[in-house]
T-cell receptor, first 112, second 113 residues
Framework: AQSVTQPDIHITVSEGASLELRCNYS??????LFWYVQSPGQGLQLLLK??????LVQGIKGFEAEFKRSQSSFNLRKPSVHWSDAAEYFC??????????FGTGTQLKVEL | DVKVTQSSRYLVKRTGEKVFLECVQD?????MFWYRQDPGLGLRLIYF???????EKGDIPEGYSVSREKKERFSLILESASTNQTSMYLC????????????FGAGTRLSVL
């Protein structure tokens, strides 16, 4: 069975500080990995995805993520956080089929 | 841009009522999904559909049914709403194939009293 773990339920960072959100997965082969963001009262927006190739992927809004097969991780990073980045972030995976498996989410708070 | 539209942002229903949640996508996607989102549990798949009139159970189908009579429209039905179905419901669609990028609607927050 496949699973996604986001160990941090809440994270608080100061505006301008760097950010790393953790995501670990369990899957028998190389998965397709995603990060989504959900602003308050909104649906989910795709930030970035990893399918194959370069293990460092760039996304929208200045986010990037690195796929590390040896650690079964796909952590999301941003060098300098803006107040508008406050939201909930979800990591997800699929094995190439139709269904996504989501983590439980990390709520990001940005202190001004 | 892909647009997934959920007909209601907020709904308040009574226990025992039959509830319909509607979702429409405008990108001719084959796949459509209904999720339920609860704090601390993330998104859980209720049902998905990979073609008109085709459906498959997700992880938590109990108490729900779905209908897909047209490719662009996917309905979630609560036959007899209960208080434990109070939640945020999210619809998504995808083209299918290997790159299963799902696009989400804004969600419907349902309260069952």
């Amino acid at each position: 069975a496949q699973s996604v773990t986001q160990p941090d339920i809440h994270i608080t960072v100061s505006e301008g500080a760097s950010l790393e959100l953790r995501c670990n997965y369990s899957y028998g082969a190389t998965p397709y990995l995603f990060w989504y963001v959900q602003s308050p009262g909104q649906g989910l927006q795709l930030l970035l995805k990893y399918f194959s190739g370069d293990t460092l992927v760039q996304g929208i809004k200045g986010f990037e993520a690195e796929f590390k097969r040896s650690q079964s991780s796909f952590n999301l990073r941003k060098p300098s956080v803006h107040w508008s980045d406050a939201a909930e972030y979800f990591c997800a995976l699929t094995g190439g089929g139709n269904k996504l498996t989501f983590g439980t989410g990390t709520q990001l708070k940005v202190e001004l | 841009d892909v647009k997934v539209t959920q007909s209601s942002r907020y709904l308040v229903k009574r226990t025992g009522e039959k509830v319909f949640l509607e979702c429409v996508q405008d990108m001719d996607h084959e796949n459509m999904f209904w999720y339920r989102q609860d704090p601390g549990l993330g998104l859980r798949l209720i049902y998905f559909s990979y073609d008109v009139k085709m459906k498959e159970k997700g992880d938590i189908p109990e108490g729900y049914s779905v209908s897909r009579e047209k490719k662009e429209r996917f309905s979630l039905i609560l036959e007899s709403a209960s208080t434990n179905q109070t939640s945020m419901y999210l619809c998504a669609s995808s083209r299918g194939g290997e790159e299963n990028i799902q696009y989400f609607g804004a969600g419907t927050r349902l309260s069952v009293l």
